[in-house]
Nanobody, 114 residues
Framework: QVQLVESGGGLVQPGGSLRLSCASS????????MGWYRQAPGKQRELVAT???????NYVDSVKGRFTISRDNAKSTVYLQMSSLKYEDTAVYYC????????WGQGTQVTVSS
């Protein structure tokens, strides 16, 4: 059974930092391209960052220079380091794994508020 389990969300003040983790099981993690998405209330889910199986990364413009995606194949885990957080970063964050199939995690809430 495939599982992607996100953790690390929470409440943080503007300008603060959080690190999200997504631990996978049931897949050969190293061959999967991984991504982080987010969905704010009333908005569509949007791509935040991706990392290929080879380690190439891509970011949506709004998070460039603030967020860093990384992966640890030995731990079958993908991370999203978020810094200089803004109110508009508030959302449920989901990880996604893609190969010939794709899987989603259940999401973790990130709330940026003073």
């Amino acid at each position: 059974q495939v599982q992607l389990v996100e953790s690390g969300g929470g409440l943080v003040q503007p300008g603060g930092s959080l690190r999200l983790s997504c631990a996978s099981s049931g897949i050969i993690f190293r061959i999967y391209n991984m991504g982080w998405y987010r969905q704010a209330p009333g908005k569509q889910r949007e791509l935040v960052a991706t990392i290929t199986k080879g380690g190439s990364t891509n970011y949506v413009d709004s998070v460039k220079g603030r967020f860093t995606i990384s992966r640890d194949n030995a731990k079958s885990t993908v991370y999203l380091q978020m810094s200089s957080l803004k109110y508009e970063d508030t959302a449920v964050y989901y990880c996604r794994g893609e190969f010939v199939d794709h899987y989603w995690g259940q999401g973790t809430q990130v709330t940026v508020s003073s």
